[in-house]
């Protein structure tokens, strides 16, 4: 079992950049495959981005593909979610997840550990 907490959220303007951070507790952090979902209001929980662990192989959603980068730092126990040229259906609360495999999944009843969530809002 792993906890998560996200960090690194806040208002930006449509066209700017955040970088969000997962911190997780836990020896085997480098076994678990990390995704990053969000959830805006009224609509339901989507799948944004996943890395498995080494070798690193990613998988993101085709709304943030070529404008969001997941990473991973293992030695920090930390996944980090770079989001550039953000536009205002960008606006969700980002919710980082572990998963206990290398399989990459996008659907979110395969994460079974979730940080509490971290506000992103872009203004047009």
């Known amino acids: 079992q792993v906890q998560l907490a996200e960090s690194g959220g806040g208002l930006v303007q449509a066209g700017g950049s955040l970088r969000l951070s997962c911190a997780a507790s836990?020896?085997?952090?480098?076994?678990?495959?990390m995704g990053w979902f969000r959830q805006a209001p009224g609509k339901e929980r989507e799948f944004v981005a996943a890395i498995n662990y080494s070798p690193s192989s990613t998988y993101y959603a085709d709304s943030v593909k070529a404008r969001f980068t997941i990473s991973r730092d293992n030695a920090k126990n930390t996944v980090y979610l770079q989001m550039n040229n953000l536009k205002p259906e960008d606006t969700a609360v980002y919710y980082c997840?572990?998963?206990?495999?290398?399989?990459?999944?996008?659907?979110?009843?395969?994460?079974?550990?979730w940080g509490q969530g971290t506000q992103v809002t872009v203004s047009s």
């Open positions: 997840a572990a998963r206990y495999s290398g399989t990459l999944r996008t659907e979110h009843i395969y994460y079974s550990n």
């Open positions: 836990g020896r085997t952090f480098s076994m678990y495959t």
